[in-house]
Nanobody, 121 residues
């Protein structure tokens, strides 16, 4: 599956941003979808995931209540709504996919190119 992330940008703290990830190439509904991020000098970390059905979602503790992941099957797209952004949310955000359980965060094997999110204080 091919993934194309978009929607990043430079925003002020407290702002909202919505990232999009368009999938193509394989049956979108068969895949769990996730968002990960990598800040400068840090390892890539899990942010959020949604299972193939859209009924189960998973979040890192650091973004619970702040970020929301969703998917629209008709558009083969997964979204990450990010509210109340903080400078520590600054990172390159990657969307990813895997066939199977959405909660196996270390086993996502299809990756998009990343989109930069910068939050100024």
């Amino acid at each position: 599956v091919q993934l194309q992330a978009s929607g990043g940008g430079l925003v002020q703290a407290g702002s909202s941003l919505r990232l999009s990830c368009a999938a193509s190439g394989r049956t979108f509904s068969n895949y769990a979808m996730g968002w990960f991020r990598q800040a400068p000098g840090k390892e890539r970390e899990f942010v959020a995931a949604v299972d193939w059905s859209g009924r189960s979602t998973y979040y890192a503790d650091s973004v619970k209540g702040q970020f929301t992941i969703s998917r629209v099957y008709a558009k083969n797209t997964v979204y990450l709504q990010m509210n109340s952004l903080k400078p520590e949310d600054t990172a390159v955000y990657y969307c990813a996919a895997r066939y199977g359980d959405a909660s196996y965060y270390n086993t996502y094997n299809f990756w998009g190119q990343g989109t930069q999110v910068t939050v100024s204080s």
